[in-house]
């Protein structure tokens, strides 16, 4: 069977150098996850921040991973093993996790509510579809060119998220 040259392209765009550098974060990720599992999610979660220049390689790292992790659809259920986001440039809190709702697949799109309430209905989905590990792409737009208040709200947030999923049990 010959391939086309679309065939040959669509293989060229896909294909994934793993560095030295870029295989130590998907092995630093592994590890996390394998000891958050092992403390059955009740330690504080490892929080990875994978900074670099334009172009070296960190959305493609995420896609990579994003592809790897796929959401997985059973008949009576969703389970979303590993939730990837993208923020866009956002003004508060509220929005940050509305788009949070909307990447989870929030059947209101985190339209409906206050941030408090959006922030409980992010919580109670996370459990629902088994969460084990959040990925936030351009996560610099949540708090580049913000007041310190914007900046603070959302570390509060995320703060708080992580407190509700350590100290509380699945609903």
């Known amino acids: 069977m010959q391939c086309t040259r679309v065939d040959r392209i669509n293989v060229v ?18 590890v996390s996850r394998e000891f958050a599992r092992i403390n ?34 059973l008949e009576y259920k969703t389970q979303v093993p590993v939730l990837f986001t993208s923020l866009p440039v956002t003004k508060s809190d509220k929005a940050v996790i509305a788009h949070l709702l909307c990447a989870l697949g929030d059947p209101s799109e985190g339209k409906v509510g206050t941030a408090p309430d959006l922030t409980r209905r992010f919580i109670k989905l996370l459990r629902k579809v088994d969460v084990e590990l959040i990925i ?17 709200k959302v570390a509060d947030l995320l703060k708080y998220i992580i407190s509700c999923l350590l100290y509380t049990s699945p609903s």
Do not use: M, W
């Open 136 to 152: 936030i792409d351009e996560f610099h737009h949540a708090i580049e060119s913000q007041s310190e208040t914007v900046i603070y």
């Open 13 to 30: 765009q896909n294909i994934f150098i793993t560095t030295p550098n870029l295989q130590g974060i998907i092995d630093d990720i592994k």
């Open 40 to 73: 059955n999610y009740k330690t504080e979660p490892d929080c990875i921040l994978v900074t670099g220049e334009s172009g070296v390689g960190k959305s493609s790292l995420i896609e990579k991973y994003k592809n790897d992790h796929p959401r997985i659809e």
